[in-house]
């Protein structure tokens, strides 16, 4: 069936997804001061897997075990370059450089070999949505914005933030809603089309 709730969406929705993926993120390992030398660490998720991480300034060496469906276990020991580009107040970011396609990355994701998203062929959440999900999605972020550090947006201006910046905010937001509005319509008459040409068939 055409339309719907997926109508006009970025990916198919069976792709996977980005959130169902194990990873290591480069700026968790930066904060906590373990590219500064030579340290030997378990990285943990949340779902009991582990990960063993041997980092140095230059490089960081993966070590786990990989399993594909019903396969055999079979045991990975990768090592990724790392490549770091000025901040402008000094300093330097590090970054991965994805063992496939040479590219600059912050987060690897962790299956038969570790890799950036584009080469695990994953997806975010928000690509799968359609056109009023996406624009839902953009809202929300506007309204954690507005709200500060709340829970959540009271509809009056922050304290500390300027005028000109809230009232762009304020802006951004009702343009979303006004493109709902249409995608909404839009929406709502290509089913009517769809159901009227059925019907004339």
Known sequence: MKGGYRSRAGRPGWHAKTVSALRIDIRKLHREGY????????????????????????SITLNYRYRYRESEWQDVNQSVALNRTPCHYGKDRPWFVCPSCNKRVAILYIEKNPLCRKCSGLV???????????????????????????????????KGMRHRTYERLLAVRLAEEQYRDRAFVAQAWREFLESFTKCLS
């Open 35 to 58: 590219l500064s030398g030579s340290y030997n660490l378990t990285w943990r998720w949340g779902n009991g897997a582990t990960l063993g991480v041997i980092t140095s300034p230059k």
């Open 124 to 158: 975010y959440p928000s690509q799968s949505e359609d056109a009023i999900g996406r624009s839902w999605y953009r809202t929300r972020k506007i309204e954690s914005k507005l709200a500060a550090g709340a829970e959540t947006w009271n509809y009056y201006r922050p």
